[in-house]
């Protein structure tokens, strides 16, 4: 039985990390405080941003939360739009 963690490098922009990031403005859980210490490292420094398949479906969960709970509606601006393409590639 293999214990490893599958990763995806996730090429958001600096701008589209730090978009994410501004949605959570509590963390409450030790996953959530990870990922966004995994996001602010990712903003500071040039190496990809790799996340595991349980952090992509939290980042989802955040993108649904923002987007007024429901993915369904029409995503209005540039940064969500491209969140949400590079999110769903890395879901597949």
Request: glycine share 4%.
């Amino acid at each position: 039985m293999s214990t490893e963690v599958r990763v995806v490098i996730v090429p958001f922009t600096k701008r589209e990390i730090a978009y994410i990031i501004s949605w959570k403005e509590e963390i409450f859980w030790p996953d959530e405080m990870r990922l966004v210490a995994k996001l602010k490292r990712a903003l500071e420094s040039e190496q990809p941003l790799d996340l595991s398949r349980m952090q992509l479906k939290i980042l989802w969960g955040w993108a649904e939360d923002q987007m007024a709970g429901s993915l369904g509606r029409e995503v209005r601006n540039t940064e969500e739009r491209a969140i949400m393409s590079k999110l769903q590639n890395a879901l597949q």
